[in-house]
């Protein structure tokens, strides 16, 4: 598998509160750690990416995003709780609010809040200021968003004193997120709990790192091999990162074998259906939701889904009907009947986990399935095409396909 998305993006973030030259590697080749390494460019900071390995050199940097990057990727928002802590201002366009709901930031801007900063809004741009540094303190999320306690963390490791971040996000990316500001010379401790302290330090370093392997990109393969009644390994992956999934894929009657690094799933003759709600890690991720009801088409019955994370994340539904499947949406849930022999279409992919899940379907789907919105999906899987075609899908990229 490829590096992680969600994690790569963070830690290029997290690097803007160092000073030195930074080498990361299993950095995944998608458009977001492009756009990312834009921003943090225009931020002072130089970046070289070659391969899978990227260098980035910090020494002077200015608090000013570049308005497009950020509308265009809303993981650039996690620059602020850095450029706040070590500037001391930030400035960010309001992120687009995208396919899967509105996503407000009112977490992020909380915590840096009760850290001592003010933040006003001046049209559609953010501006954070603590002229005086950031102080330490005693934080209770709302909700435990991943972006919210990860910016907070990276605030905390330059403020005066001790932060502690209560109902904390606990996903993997959070505990590399920890590992790596502590080999910067932080003092972090808790990530993967809901009680994450952080006590701060004048000034950080640099490190090397590499970036752990991507749960979702990993989910989505395994999901390709048992909506079509196949079988295949997925190598260099962490499975206790998504033992949520490989649970469902067991009740749904699969077959999954798991030898350290490498994950093996074969589907049985009948896929079971299945009932799962969407929460944050360790519970089962929203971001395989949109792959799982792709996967619910071929199980024989009714399966549901409750999606819990985002306010909309079922866009794709109206896609997957194209292709003939069953599916039945009230408010946050979804119910899928099955088995149906889906029937190749034309379709549009909207957002990333979105096309992903087309893809799935498009594997299952009699004939040709024709999906424009390609670029979504390049945001976050690397070579989808080759490693497809690898496991036998036949799978091509029409260059003249829109956006
Ligand atoms: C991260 O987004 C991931 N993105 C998402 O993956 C993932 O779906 C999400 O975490 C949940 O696991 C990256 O890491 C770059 P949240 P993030 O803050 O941090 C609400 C993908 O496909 N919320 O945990 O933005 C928010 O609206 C992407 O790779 C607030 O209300 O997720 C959402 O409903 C999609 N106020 C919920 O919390 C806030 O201040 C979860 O958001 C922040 C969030």
Redesign the pocket.
């Known amino acids: 598998m490829s590096g992680a998305?969600?994690s790569a993006?963070?830690l290029m973030a997290a690097a803007l509160l160092g000073q030195g030259v930074f080498h990361l590697d299993n950095v995944p080749r998608i458009t977001?750690v492009r756009t990312m390494a834009e921003v943090l460019q225009c931020l002072g900071a130089k970046v070289t990416f070659q391969g899978h390995q990227m260098a980035i050199e910090v020494s002077s940097l200015q608090g000013r995003t570049p308005e497009q990057l950020v509308k265009s990727m809303?993981?650039s928002v996690?620059v602020m709780g850095p450029l706040l802590a070590r500037l001391g201002w930030v400035e960010v366009a309001l992120p687009g609010g995208c396919a899967?709901?509105?996503?407000?930031?009112?977490?992020?801007?909380s915590g840096f809040q009760q850290m001592g900063a003010s933040v006003v809004l001046n049209g559609d741009r953010l501006v954070a200021r603590a002229p005086g540094g950031l102080r330490g303190a005693d934080i209770t999320l709302r909700?435990?968003?991943?972006?919210?306690t990860?910016n907070i963390m990276m605030a905390a490791a330059l403020a005066r004193g001790e932060t502690v971040i209560r109902n904390a996000?606990r996903?993997p990316?959070i505990v590399e997120v920890q590992a790596f500001l502590q080999a910067m010379g932080a003092r972090v401790f808790g990530a993967g709990t809901p009680v994450i302290t952080v006590q701060g330090v004048p000034e950080l370093g640099c490190t090397d790192f590499s970036v752990m392997p991507d749960r979702?990109e990993a989910g989505t393969y395994l999901l390709a091999f048992l909506i079509t009644g196949g079988e295949g390994t997925v190598c260099r992956v962490r499975p206790g990162h998504f033992s949520s999934l490989l649970s469902v894929i067991q009740a749904m009657g699969g077959e999954v074998a798991v030898e350290g690094s490498k994950v093996s799933v074969a589907a049985p003759k009948r896929l079971h259906p299945f009932a799962l709600v969407t929460r944050?890690?360790p519970g089962f991720?929203?971001?395989l939701q949109p792959q799982m009801v792709a996967a619910a088409t071929q199980a024989h019955g009714r399966s549901e889904l409750r999606e819990t994370?985002?306010?909309q994340r079922f866009g794709y539904v109206r896609e997957l009907r194209k292709l003939g499947a069953v599916v039945r949406q009230t408010g946050q849930t979804v119910r899928v009947y099955g088995p149906v022999q889906l029937r190749g279409a034309q379709l549009e992919a909207g957002?990333?986990?979105a096309g992903a899940a087309l893809v799935l379907a498009a594997l299952a789907a009699e004939g040709r399935t024709l999906i424009s919105g390609a670029q979504h999906i390049d945001r976050?899987y690397e070579c989808l095409e080759e490693k497809l075609g690898g496991l036998g899908a036949r799978i091509t990229r029409l260059a003249t396909m829109g956006g």
């Open positions: 998305k969600n993006l963070k977001d809303r993981a996690q899967i709901g509105r996503r407000p930031l009112d977490i992020h801007l909700y435990p968003s991943v972006g919210a990860e996000a996903e990316e979702i944050p890690y991720p929203t971001d994370v985002f306010d957002d990333l986990r976050g």
